[in-house]
């Protein structure tokens, strides 16, 4: 059973920092691409950034030059730093595992979801 558990979110103001995890327990052979969401009151989930196991990344253009994703294999654990937050940024921020290779087989998961607050 994988798990994906996130961490790091808050009340924050704006132009202040915050720093998303997200860390993946259970037997985890690979996984082959990370991505960040968002989803806010009233909205659709949105894609904030992605990031495939040899680092190529992708960003939502509300992301590009203030969040940086990155990722550590060997930990199976992702982040999401996020500068410059602005209120429009507030949601709760879901992590997604992509291509996650078990002894089950291959299968995607999410995590829970860690709220996201940015006061102007």
């Known amino acids: 059973q994988v798990q994906l558990v996130e961490s790091g979110g808050g009340l924050v103001q704006a132009g202040d920092s915050l720093r998303l995890s997200c860390a993946a327990s259970?037997?985890?052979?690979?996984?082959?691409?990370w991505g960040w969401y968002r989803q806010a009151p009233g909205k659709q989930r949105e894609q904030v950034a992605t990031i495939t196991s040899d680092g190529t990344t992708n960003y939502a253009d509300s992301a590009k030059g203030r969040f940086t994703i990155s990722s550590d294999n060997a930990k199976n654990t992702v982040y999401l730093q996020m500068n410059s937050l602005k209120p429009e940024d507030t949601a709760v921020y879901f992590c997604h595992a992509d291509w996650v290779v078990t002894p089950e087989g291959l299968d995607d998961y999410w995590g829970q979801g860690t709220q996201v607050t940015v006061s102007s």
């Open positions: 259970g037997s985890i052979f690979s996984i082959k691409a």
